[in-house]
């Protein structure tokens, strides 16, 4: 069985400084890994993904992770954090086939001035 | 190309009433996939249907709830006799399929509350 566990429910930075979301999963076949940013009341928005090929993968906004199998993890970042960075992110993991989304409980991040 | 549309953005309902929850795919996208988010957890899926057929249900509860996605039209996720532990935010994506390169989009949610 797949499953995704996102360190730290909450993590604060200061504006200008770096963001680090961590993610680590758990799966019996080569997983495909996704982050989501999701702003309030708002849907889910798609930052970058890892399927197949390059394990550094830059997403939108300035985001960008890195698959290590032997660590089985997922770690998001971003080298200057900005206000408008403040939000839920998730990971997820799904199977090669089959389709669904397994989520984290998610990171909400804040950015102090 | 419009997004993933849900409707209602909020619904309220009282405790024994029914709530349906619609979602209008992406233009082109013939896979539909349901979540639920419950206050302070993550998503969790619940279904995954395509044109008239549901490919996945594990996520579904046992009784009250359902799901469809006709020929024509948009997908509904029907609860019946909603309680107050029914209360979250409901979150509808499309894919136009479920190959390697194929991403899931999310509408914005419906946000039921059951009072």
């Known amino acids: 069985a797949q499953s995704v566990t996102q360190l730290g429910s909450h993590v604060s930075v200061s504006e200008g400084a770096l963001v680090l979301l961590r993610c680590n999963y758990s799966?019996?076949?080569?997983?495909?890994l996704f982050w989501y940013v999701q702003y309030p009341n708002q849907g889910l928005q798609l930052l970058l993904k890892y399927t197949t090929g390059a394990t550094l993968v830059k997403g939108i906004n300035g985001f960008e992770a890195e698959f290590k199998k032997s660590e089985t993890s997922f770690h998001l970042t971003k080298p200057s954090a900005h206000m408008s960075d403040a939000a839920e992110y998730f990971c997820a993991v799904r199977r090669n086939q089959g389709g669904k989304l397994i989520f984290g409980q998610g990171t909400e991040l804040s950015v102090k001035p | 190309n419009a997004g993933v549309m849900q409707n209602p953005r909020h619904l309220v309902r009282r405790r024994g009433q029914e709530a349906r929850l619609r979602c209008s795919p992406m233009k082109g996208h013939s896979h539909v996939y349901w979540y639920r988010q419950l206050p302070e957890e993550g998503l969790k899926f619940m279904v995954y249907l395509q044109k008239e057929n549901i490919i996945d249900e594990s996520g579904m509860p046992k009784e009250r709830f359902s799901a469809e996605f006709p020929k024509e039209g948009p997908s509904i996720l029907r609860i019946q006799q909603v309680v107050r532990g029914d209360s979250a935010a409901y979150f509808c994506a499309s894919s136009p399929g479920t190959g390697d390169l194929y991403e899931q989009y999310f509408g914005p949610g419906t946000r039921l509350t059951v009072t």
């Open positions: 799966s019996s076949v080569p997983p495909y």
